[in-house]
């Protein structure tokens, strides 16, 4: 009866992971679609409506709005929005998918701050995968024309800075809510993307509202989902799903954008996402 239970958990986990990253792959292709609209205004629009919905919770579940490390989930809030937004406007320059791909390095780097700043142990193998992703994006850069240098910049920035919220987050711990984590996030985006879009603002028209209202949503239920589904299941059986937003990004990224990933740009991205599988699961692995 309990195999049976736990098979049935695993089976919903990742129903609950798939729709996650399904919702993600939708956003970064609403992203790309919206060519003529800043980053900046992108940001605005899909913390905004994010903001909505976190809000909303926390005054329906009366918990504090404020929580108690102020001065971390600020620099949380401010971190995060520096990440979204050079994600966002790395997209301008790069194919959907490798964009995506590369943003999927944070982990390695949220491995390297927490042996610098939380002294934790990285074992040898995991330092092979490492390797292994960056060969990967040695191998988008160096042999794929068409990677953009300025797109390639902004996401390995992003990428890193990403993996620096890991470490921020980890700080905060379990002593605050996580949707009041989310909230200042999305509160400090919204206006930081507004601040920054000011000069920058092109006003959008007809189904583009839609399109940017829709951001928040699908990045909102994308984040529930993602949640339900390490709740409901195992880590290590969980957690490489989450790299088939790749799947789903590069597919829309062919069919909606006509975009063409050489061989060279799939060995890059199957070099990243691969490594970064096996590193999520020898690490489960040692730590049982």
Not at 6 to 19: G, H, Y
Not at 58 to 81: D, E, H, M, S, Y
Not at 165 to 185: Q, W
Not at 238 to 250: D, H, L, Q, R, S
Request: proline letters at 2%.
């Amino acid at each position: 009866m309990e195999v049976g239970k736990m098979a049935s958990n695993t089976k919903k986990s990742i129903q609950f992971m798939l729709i996650s990253t399904f919702a993600f792959a939708c956003m970064n292709v609403i992203v790309k679609y919206l060519e003529n609209v800043s980053a900046y205004q992108i940001v605005f629009f899909r913390s905004i409506s994010s903001f909505v919905f976190t809000f909303t919770y926390l005054l329906k579940n009366r918990i504090p709005i404020l929580g108690n490390n102020k001065k971390w989930l600020i620099l949380r809030g401010l971190v995060g929005v520096t990440s979204m937004t050079l994600f966002f406007m790395s997209i301008k320059y790069l194919s959907v998918g490798t964009a995506v791909s590369l943003r999927y390095l944070a982990p390695i780097f949220a491995g390297i701050f927490a042996v610098l700043f939380l002294k934790e142990k990285i074992w040898p193998l995991q330092w092979l995968f490492f390797v292994m992703a960056f060969i990967g994006v040695l191998v988008l850069k160096g042999f794929d024309s068409q990677i953009n240098t300025t797109g390639l910049l902004f996401v390995l920035i992003a990428a890193i800075t990403s993996g620096l919220v890991f470490i921020i987050i980890n700080k905060i711990g379990t002593s605050e809510h996580p949707v009041v984590v989310v909230n200042y996030f999305m509160a400090i985006a919204t206006l930081t993307g507004l601040a920054l879009s000011i000069n920058n603002w092109v006003n959008p028209v007809g189904f583009e509202w839609v399109l940017l209202f829709s951001l928040g949503v699908f990045g909102y239920f994308g984040q529930v989902f993602m949640t339900k589904a390490f709740q409901t299941g195992k880590t290590d059986q969980i957690a490489p799903i989450k790299y088939a937003e790749v799947v789903f990004t590069v597919i829309f990224g062919l069919l909606l954008f006509d975009e063409i990933y050489s061989i060279w740009s799939l060995l890059g991205i199957t070099l990243i996402i691969g490594s970064l599988i096996l590193n999520i699961l020898y690490k489960s692995r040692k730590n049982k």
